[in-house]
């Protein structure tokens, strides 16, 4: 089998910043799932962008997002990622503190912008940084406890959440936000690309309570477009202790070894990937003796595939036929005997 080419190449802006600036932007450099970069975001004029509240398109282009501008494939095996022109940049935007903290105004820099930031530079930002969250909890309690005043007496009584979402854990796609859901209605499990394995007790303890104690309506496994956990797996290189994570996507190729190479498209054959991905998590879902039971006393949960749109923040329904699923997969996984 023809190997693909890797596509983890460090730019050489990265390799020249300077160690403290390497370290502020560790998360970007060093991240594996982090693969296609717009080089355009180190100009000057797309800092001051960046600087900014984010757009969707800003979403679509940043850290894990898809590239606009993939670079053709020469090589003929189909399992395979372009490589040349992915590049990566340090993180962007000005370091103010002359306006009210927000998420995207914080950046690693120098006071001084001909000079890498200085320790006290350093200091500063993990301060302030840190200090923002309990600066922005503080606010959203007050605002709970004003528009409610017996709010947070219901959110100390328990949990009856409808729903359990299993999702990426890429900073993007915050499950309550993008839904509308409120403290209380989804318990939430989120990994790098949104896996279900029966050999996780994590996951397999999530859905089990949720399931069996929680009694949650619908299980969601919502991927999305652009996944650098799905990209990553398309890459032929030893990743260390992502490799049996990532393992459980290359498989999801093997299945579908011949759809995906159909697809002469790079892109979009990463986004079928994304699709299937989410349809054999799906399958693990209903495999697990606590869904199928609950389902044949309680008729739920049902189980759903969702995919995430960075380009315009909506939400596919994949339509998976919940019922001929689990009816398929009892053929060999039928567990609804108890011992
Ligand atoms: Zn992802």
Request: glycine letters at 4%.
């Given at each position: ?235 032929p290189k030893d990743l260390g ?21 159909a697809i002469p498209d790079e ?73």
């Amino acid at each position: 089998m023809l190997l693909p080419r890797l596509i983890f190449a460090p730019s050489p802006s990265l390799r020249s910043i300077t160690r403290v600036a390497a370290t502020a932007s560790r998360p970007f450099a060093s991240d594996p799932l982090c693969i296609a970069r717009s080089s355009s975001s180190s100009s000057s004029s797309s800092r001051s962008k960046s600087a900014q509240a984010p757009t969707l398109a800003r979403l679509a282009s940043s850290c894990c997002g898809s590239s606009t501008s993939t670079p053709p494939s020469n090589n003929p095996h189909k399992y395979q990622t372009p490589s040349s022109s992915f590049t990566t940049t340090t993180p962007t935007a000005n370091y103010s503190t002359s306006s009210p903290p927000s998420p995207f105004t914080f950046k690693m820099s120098s006071s001084d912008n001909n000079k890498p930031p200085s320790a006290e530079d350093v200091s500063k930002y993990l301060r302030e940084t840190h200090d923002r969250l309990f600066d922005n909890n503080r606010a959203w309690a007050a605002e709970k406890a004003e528009r409610d005043p017996g709010y947070f007496a219901k959110l100390s009584a328990g949990q009856s959440p409808e729903y359990l979402w299993i999702g990426c854990s890429d900073s993007r796609i915050p499950a309550e936000q993008i839904t509308g859901l409120e403290p209380g209605e989804a318990f939430i499990h989120r990994n790098i690309a949104n896996l279900v394995c029966n050999t996780d007790l994590n996951v397999m303890s999530v859905i089990n309570y949720a399931v069996r104690h929680l009694g949650v309506k619908h299980i969601i496994v919502c991927g999305h477009y652009g996944c650098g956990g799905v990209k990553a797996a398309m890459t032929p290189k030893d990743l260390g202790l992502l490799n049996p994570w990532l393992r459980n996507i290359r498989d999801v190729y093997r299945l579908h070894e011949k759809e995906l190479d159909a697809i002469p498209d790079e892109e979009q054959r990463y986004n079928r990937l994304v699709e299937l991905n989410v349809e054999e998590q799906c399958r693990n879902i209903v495999k697990t003796a606590a869904v199928q039971q609950s389902y044949a006393k309680n008729q739920f949960p049902v189980v759903h595939g969702w995919v995430f749109g960075f380009h315009d923040g909506l939400l596919k329904d994949l339509k998976i036929d919940f019922q001929a699923m689990l009816k398929n997969i009892q053929k060999i996984y039928n567990l609804t005997e108890a011992e």
